[in-house]
């Protein structure tokens, strides 16, 4: 139902693509991508795979199989700046496919929501925004959608020991990659089993299911244990009480930290949903939503408890989302398979998604011409307007397929999303990327280590954003007052002070010193007795 290809083919050609966007058009972002990067880094140098560290210090806020798998593709191509980023992505390509395997345990009989669900899932601008960065959600997302079907594999061919093993491996990955979080995705489906198996069964098979969880739940605590046991002991006592206790109870106190309504995520489940629910006739197939479905029932004890939890917990992030977020693209894969068949709605559907890609194209393509009249943004007249005008040319060739089914509309769909979210992502760096590179930054700061000068990080939180961009092999001072500056200073005259400050006239024109535009401010990098020669210097570093 897919020209050239099948549904398989196109979701690694459309990751393909859009990986190969992501490397050549952006670097590596702070501040998380370029800490994980960080901790990998002296991982690396230290010859220490047991206990993490960031800018020399213990590293105990995640569990290291995102930098182990880090490494080993430097092992595999040497030290470098690209392969690392493939790692996250290839576990999102993961997930796209056990979805599809999911889907086609599901609703065995019905091969179009199979072949609807991964070609939807990687034309979600939810998924596409997070797929190609470096996180730990999408491992996460990976493992929880591995145990969910493995859970389905036992519920329909049997309680055997290998599948028992399967889960137990995956909640051992899910721990590994980012904590006991894992369960939370997997036990309520697991627990409710009785509920989503419609057909009865007896009570001894009940309780081997149960016997059976209890044991995959034993064996993916063993798994992380081979790794924090020995860590515990390598680290120390407040390495040991920070990944036994006080990861557990920080992220506790960290769920309530950043106090968020329960609501907060149901208000933008629309906008995460998109482009499917501008589909007109996917509304249609939403409305025959059905617990009777078995399914559909599955679907609604993976997500309901699981959406209910993540809303009453107040600390709230959007990509706490994506490990269920292939929930809601296989339900709404069902409702385009039971939508309206007629072509004419589907063409209608799809016209309205171009149409706005064309627009989009055509904003992005006058947006210089505008600005050179009105001299509003000096950045936006170094913006290409070819951006603007593949996006157009993109947009008109998939105008010329009409479509015939809902198959070919989300196909159509999926492709024009992915390519409007890559032209605009990269139509931005290349206009913004400098902001965002820590490189050239991190290479000033190795030159001054490189002459025995030391480096201090002032007024503000330091996530490591240098460490791995400079390829620094020592740490870089954190202060965080004048007066500790000045101590500091006393113990290393030579030394350089990085700060933050957010005017160009802050520094004057004759201080000696390297700035960089940092975000959404500047760095300089500059000697510290230059610094505090400055009488302007507390306003400078009000910032």
């Given amino acids: 139902m897919y020209p050239l ?87 999102a390509l993961g997930t796209v496919y056990l979805s599809a395997a999911m889907a086609r345990m599901l609703w065995p009989e019905r091969k179009a ?40 594999k036992l519920a329909h061919e049997g309680l055997t020991p290998p599948r028992w093993l399967l889960l137990g ?24 089993a009785p509920w989503w198996r419609i057909d009865s069964k007896p009570g001894s098979y009940w309780r081997h299911w149960y016997a059976g969880l209890v044991f995959s739940i034993l064996l993916g605590a063993a798994i992380a244990l081979c ?91 959007m990509h706490y989302l994506l490990p269920m977020f292939p929930l809601f693209v296989l339900v709404l894969a ?13 063409r209608v559907a799809n016209r309205w998604i171009i149409a706005l890609s064309a627009l989009i194209g055509v904003v992005m393509a006058m947006a210089p011409w505008v600005n050179e009249l009105t001299y509003r943004n000096a950045e936006l007249a170094i913006l290409s307007p070819l951006w603007g005008i593949f996006l157009l040319i993109s947009v008109a060739f998939l105008s010329k397929h009409k479509v015939q089914n809902a198959q070919e509309s989300v196909f159509t769909v999926s492709i024009a999303t992915v390519i409007t979210l890559l032209v605009i992502s990269s139509a931005f760096f290349s206009v913004r990327g400098d902001r965002f590179d820590t490189r050239q930054t991190g290479a000033k700061i190795a030159e001054v280590f490189a002459q025995n000068r030391e480096v201090a990080y002032l007024t503000g939180v330091y996530h490591g954003e ?66 505090l020669s400055n009488p302007g210097l507390k306003e400078i570093l009000k910032y």
Avoid at 174 to 190: F, Q, R
């Fill in 5 to 91: 290809l099948s549904a398989k083919s196109w979701v690694f050609v459309i990751w393909l693509i859009s990986i190969g966007f992501a490397l050549y058009t952006r670097p590596l972002l702070p501040v998380d991508e370029t800490r994980y990067a960080a901790v990998a880094w002296e991982m690396w140098q230290r010859g220490d795979f047991l206990v993490p560290h960031l800018n020399g210090e213990l590293y105990s806020h995640k569990p290291p199989l995102l930098f182990w798998l880090m490494q080993l593709t430097w092992l595999v191509f040497g030290v470098n700046d690209w392969s690392l980023r493939l790692v996250s992505p290839l576990f």
């Fill in 113 to 152: 929501i199979a072949d609807m669900a991964p070609v939807m899932l990687v034309g979600s601008g939810f998924w596409i925004a997070f797929s190609t960065l470096t996180m730990f959600d999408m491992m996460l997302a990976f493992f929880a959608v591995l145990a969910i079907c493995s859970l389905l």
């Fill in 169 to 192: 491996a995956a909640i051992g990955g899910g721990v590994m990659a980012k904590g006991p979080v894992i369960l939370l995705h997997v036990l309520p489906v697991a627990l409710s």
């Fill in 227 to 317: 790794w924090a046991i020995p860590a515990g002991i390598a680290g120390g006592e407040v390495y040991r009480n920070a990944i036994f206790l006080g990861q557990t109870q920080g992220r506790l106190i960290e769920s309530f930290a950043h106090k968020l309504p329960w609501w907060w995520y149901a208000q933008y489940m629309p906008v995460l949903l998109l482009p499917w629910l501008l589909l007109k006739p996917l509304w249609h197939g939403l409305k025959a939503l059905n617990l009777q479905d078995t399914g559909l029932r599955f679907c609604a004890a993976w997500g309901t408890p699981l959406f209910i939890a993540f809303s009453l917990i107040s600390g709230k992030r």
């Fill in 334 to 346: 069902w409702a385009a398979e039971h939508a309206s068949e007629r072509q004419s709605d589907w």
């Fill in 466 to 531: 240098f460490q791995f961009n400079g390829r620094l092999t020592k740490p870089i001072k954190v202060l965080t007052s004048l007066r500790s500056l000045e101590k500091w200073k006393a113990q290393h005259p030579d030394a350089y002070v990085l700060i933050r400050y957010s005017k160009t006239s802050d520094l004057p024109d004759h201080f000696p010193y390297y700035h960089h535009r940092y975000r959404g401010s500047r760095l300089a990098l500059l000697p510290v007795d230059a610094l």
